[in-house]
């Protein structure tokens, strides 16, 4: 059965915060917020969006640095500082004309639990909270931010004959 969802997945939806990242943030003197991202996961980001994928980013955190890593990765449907994570999926969906069935979310905390019990295939990393576990169809053996989010995307574009890049390039991970 999990196979046969992942053949319907046209659309994938992140969280930022403990799924493309471990969770962790530097604040600097400035207050500013410093996040680190797996170049594994940028590169399954970006030939996603290549492959004609829709991939979506909504997250509560917000910053300067976040917007550039998805700009430079190709990712334009961005939703930094949500509130509520729910509404911004409905009307997602409603804009882009997609069914929620066709979605892959990856979640790992109490603010991404409702969004999840919406989508067709709800995952996320090995280090998720307990209640986003127990709703997840399929849960990463890699934790966030250390390519739960790759091992997800790849899954998907195997299983559909989409994960061959013709022409890779260095630079499409995004740095």
Same mark, same amino acid.
């Given at each position: 059965?999990?196979?046969?969802?992942?053949?319907?997945?046209?659309?994938? !939806?992140?969280?930022?915060?403990?799924?493309? $990242?471990?969770?962790?943030? #530097?604040? $600097? =003197?400035?207050? #500013?917020?410093?996040?680190?991202?797996?170049?594994?996961?940028?590169? +399954?980001?970006?030939? +996603? @969006? %290549?492959?004609?994928?829709?991939?979506?980013?909504?997250?509560?955190?917000?910053?300067?640095?976040?917007? %550039?890593?998805?700009?430079?990765?190709?990712?334009?449907?961005?939703?930094?500082?949500?509130?509520?994570? @729910?509404? !911004?999926? %409905?009307?997602?969906?409603?804009? *882009?004309? /997609?069914? +929620?069935?066709?979605?892959?979310?990856?979640? =790992?905390?109490? &603010?991404?639990?409702?969004?999840?019990?919406?989508?067709?295939?709800?995952?996320? &990393?090995? =280090?998720?909270?307990?209640?986003?576990?127990? /709703?997840?169809?399929?849960?990463? &053996?890699?934790?966030?931010? *250390? $390519? +739960?989010?790759?091992?997800? /995307?790849?899954?998907?574009?195997?299983?559909?004959?989409?994960?061959?890049?013709?022409?890779?390039?260095?630079? =499409?991970?995004? $740095?």
């Amino acid at each position: 059965m999990f196979l046969e969802k992942l053949k319907e997945i046209t659309t994938f !939806i992140f969280d930022v915060d403990g799924v493309l $990242t471990d969770g962790s943030v #530097q604040v $600097t =003197d400035n207050g #500013q917020a410093l996040r680190t991202f797996n170049i594994k996961d940028g590169y +399954a980001l970006q030939l +996603a @969006v %290549k492959k004609g994928y829709h991939v979506c980013i909504i997250s509560g955190g917000k910053g300067l640095a976040m917007e %550039k890593r998805f700009e430079n990765l190709g990712i334009t449907d961005v939703y930094l500082g949500a509130g509520d994570k @729910v509404e !911004i999926f %409905k009307q997602y969906l409603l804009n *882009k004309r /997609i069914h +929620a069935s066709q979605v892959l979310y990856m979640g =790992d905390d109490i &603010p991404d639990l409702k969004v999840m019990k919406l989508v067709g295939l709800a995952t996320c &990393p090995a =280090d998720a909270v307990e209640e986003i576990k127990a /709703i997840s169809t399929f849960i990463s &053996p890699y934790t966030g931010g *250390k $390519t +739960a989010v790759r091992d997800v /995307i790849e899954k998907v574009m195997k299983v559909q004959n989409k994960w061959h890049d013709e022409n890779p390039n260095a630079a =499409d991970s995004g $740095t």
